[in-house]
């Protein structure tokens, strides 16, 4: 006689960072305009297109895709034969994607490529070149005008790029990492490095300042804000924020009644609780201006006093190796279609930077450490590496070798190249970049003073991560009611006898246990599922 077991799944979850995925779509824009190539062309040989500055915000059903197309056009000189290059002003592109679903606020990856460049040849217009100014041309002969004429190329450029945006939401999501109460053949997991959830606070910082205006102010219009320059750090149950508070106050003039602007940057330091939390945590972060006033000084109108409160969202997690169940197989389950940021690899590489730099006066001694800041971050994954170009850029002060002993300052720009091992790394995937400045050293040249040899480490940490959509198992059924009948074979069973038993078609058996390759192989102990009628 078979043994019949009725068993509630019991699913075990794990609180996870995710990104649920809510809609993608691609859509295709021209940029036409007429460009004027000096000289009589003979061929356009070659077009190097670069994007740059590419960024989506995304508002209700659309992605709003901005970005910088910049050119270099190749071409042959039909007088000399010579190849020549020339490049084109960059041309700002604006353009929208469909997303249905999509809200303010959600998060958006925008992928742009150039499909198509073209240039039609229109006609030669005239060009006069040499001329100094306008006024110096008026005044020549049409003898010396014929001798600066010279003939242009007029083509239509004719670009067509594709837009491919995706729109996610983050959420903490209950996602099942393990199930007991069925065999585990029949459960598929999937190995993912994901974000797990530390925790997540907010915390308002105020920031007052006093406002200096460069002439009497009768009202304030209005003020727009910005925050630059964000740096995070997580210590023991805290994230440590640093940044910049970029205000344009736009105010009526007291004397002339006219609206002036005036730009202020003022810098804040601040932290949130986040418990749990540990140095080498990921953090995102989030802030808002909430509030933001200047209140003009009555006595003296020429100055004012400034406040502003920004909201600081926090949310700190770690990296985990995790197993998430996609299917229990002949279970009732409940599943979310995620597009989840799976880690592909980690690493960090130091270099030295090492450059001779010319100070406007002789150099006593440094005057403390650089200010010091990267710009222009490019990165570029090839096979297991990922490349990363930019500019560190440092504010240098040191003492002057007079008398006065005065505190001076220059700016360095130097650019660096740095790769860093990522085993599994692939084009297409996305790359975090993270650097930072470990130590900086300076030596004045003796000899002369204006000389300083200076070297620079730097650590530059990147993560490397794969976007994949998958369905995962978020809850099952644990009622009081079953939601499978599992069956342990007892000898002499076959499968047609155990149908026959649960007036349940061999087929609907054979369908709700995959594992069973051979139906006419099945032994004692096994555990089968049997669908309910």
Known sequence: MGKDEFLALEC???LLKVEQVVGENASQTSLVRDIVLPGKVRKIAEVDTELRDVKGRVIENKVIVEGVLHKQIFYVDDKSGQMKEFTVDDERFVHFVDVPGAMPGMNVQVHVRVEFVG???IREVKAYRDAE???????ETEHEKDKKKNVDSLFRQTVVLEIFAKVTESMQLDVVVDVNGVDKNNVKTELLKVESVIGENASQVSVQADVDFDRPARKIKNIDTQIRNLETRVIENKVIVEGVLHKQIYFVGADDDVVHELSVDEKFTHFVDVPGAFPGANVQLHPR???VAVDIDADDP?????????DLFAKVTETVQVDVVTDIMGAAVRKELLKVAQVIGEGSKQQNIVADLKAPAPAKKMAGPPETRFENLETRIIEDK?????DLVKHVYFVSDDDEAEVREFEVREHFTAFVDIPGARPGQVAQVYPRVEFTDFDIDPRDRTRIRQTTIIEIFVKVTEHVQLEVVVSCDTGPTPSVTIYVVQPGDTLFLIAQRFNVSLQAIEKANPQITDPNLIFPGQQIFIPRR
């Open 133 to 139: 100014s306008a006024e110096d041309l008026e005044l």
């Open 289 to 291: 201006v909430e509030f």
């Open 386 to 390: 990922v490349v990363i170009e930019g």
């Open 12 to 14: 075990i979850t794990d």
């Open 302 to 310: 020429t100055r004012g006093k400034q406040t502003a409160i920004i």
């Open 119 to 121: 240039h039609d040849f």
